[in-house]
């Protein structure tokens, strides 16, 4: 699981911890292992999956985890379904659809909602699309229907590549530290953790996460639309 190191950070000693020093940390304050004591392999594969969906799902709460693709990804337009295209399997979400046009310019196609898109007509056909829906499982709508390849690329937010244990998770640094209150907070049921300390993980857990909001930035164009 990559997690994104402050590149001007010229310390002599860096601080990178890894995915078990987060899953470590998590288990002191759990009170379910002593300091200096080890985690256990079955434990490991616990907090490892509660480690990777608290990754998957900092985005939902604002925090910029997805790295933004750092160059547009060429899609492949086939000609037997030509109104439609699936995004890459890492796509998350904000996404930036251009096409090329006759003088080689990328134009970007807008995005339109759920009604809006229902209220075209699908069967509309042109030599590029000028706009496109993305359907709940992700299947790239476009219209009008275009009648030759568009030369479509998209730029968009993907998700982090699974945890790896020895690897430190691919976040901003000030986010590390983070971490451990968040799984913490995610596996204290698990443990039998005390409810007087559940009520101390949470209120920590989601003190950090304000502050991971806080300090997220804007790493892509953002487009909020609302369905009826």
Not at 29 to 55: T, Y
Not at 118 to 132: C, I, M, R, S
């Amino acid at each position: 699981m990559p997690i994104v190191i402050d590149p001007e950070d010229t310390s002599p000693a860096p601080w990178n911890p890894s995915s078990l020093d987060v899953i470590t940390g998590a288990m002191q304050l759990c009170q379910a292992i002593g300091v200096g004591e080890r985690v256990k392999a079955a434990d490991i594969e616990v907090c490892m999956n509660a480690l990777e969906g608290i990754v998957r799902e900092l985005s939902i709460y604002g925090v910029t985890w997805p790295k933004v693709s750092s160059a547009p990804v060429e899609i492949e337009w086939d000609p037997l379904a030509p109104d439609r295209f699936t995004p890459p399997e890492d796509y998350f979400g904000v996404p930036v659809l251009k096409y090329l046009d006759a003088g080689d310019f990328a134009r970007q196609l807008g995005q339109l909602t759920k009604v809006q898109y229902e209220l075209l007509d699908a069967t509309k056909t042109a030599e590029h699309p000028t706009h496109f829906y993305v359907a709940p499982n992700f299947t790239f709508m476009l219209w009008p229907v275009p009648e030759q390849d568009p030369t479509l690329t998209l730029t968009y937010q993907s998700i982090a590549i699974n945890a790896v244990i020895s690897d430190t998770p691919v976040a901003y640094k000030a986010y590390l530290n983070g971490l451990q209150y968040l799984l913490a907070d995610e596996i204290s049921l698990k443990y039998g953790v005390p409810q007087d300390v559940r009520v101390e993980l949470g209120a920590r857990a989601t003190q950090k996460r304000v502050l991971m909001v806080q300090w997220a930035t804007e790493s892509a164009p953002m487009f909020i639309t609302v369905d009826d």
